[in-house]
Nanobody, 120 residues
Framework: QVQLVESGGGLVQAGGSLRLSCAASGTIFSINTMGWYRQAPGKQRELVAA???????NYADSVKGRFTIARGNAKNTVYLQMNSLKPEDTAVYHCNAEVDMGYGASWHGWGQGTQVTVSS
């Protein structure tokens, strides 16, 4: 099995910055994709940013130029640097990963989420 543990959420004023981290552990041969989704109250979960194994990134239009997703220094980690935060960025942010466990097995799942609140 694979576990995803997120950290780094919190309360920040508009215009501020936060950095979220996600660490994957367990039976991991390689990670195909790792990314962040968010869900605000009353809204559907949406993609924020994703990083594929080859380095390709994908961002929601609403965060382009403000957020950056990248691999962390530790193995099997990814972080999301969020700058110029806006109140509409307030949501629970969930880490997501697609993992090759080896021997033909794969895993796709979510972390528990971390709250990001941006005050105006």
């Amino acid at each position: 099995q694979v576990q995803l543990v997120e950290s780094g959420g919190g309360l920040v004023q508009a215009g501020g910055s936060l950095r979220l981290s996600c660490a994957a552990s367990g039976t991991i041969f390689s990670i195909n994709t790792m990314g962040w989704y968010r869900q605000a109250p009353g809204k559907q979960r949406e993609l924020v940013a994703a990083l594929a194994r080859g380095g390709r990134t994908n961002y929601a239009d609403s965060v382009k130029g403000r957020f950056t997703i990248a691999r962390g220094n530790a193995k099997n980690t990814v972080y999301l640097q969020m700058n110029s935060l806006k109140p509409e960025d307030t949501a629970v942010y969930h880490c997501n990963a697609e993992v090759d466990m080896g021997y033909g097995a794969s895993w796709h799942g979510w972390g528990q989420g971390t709250q990001v609140t941006v005050s105006s």
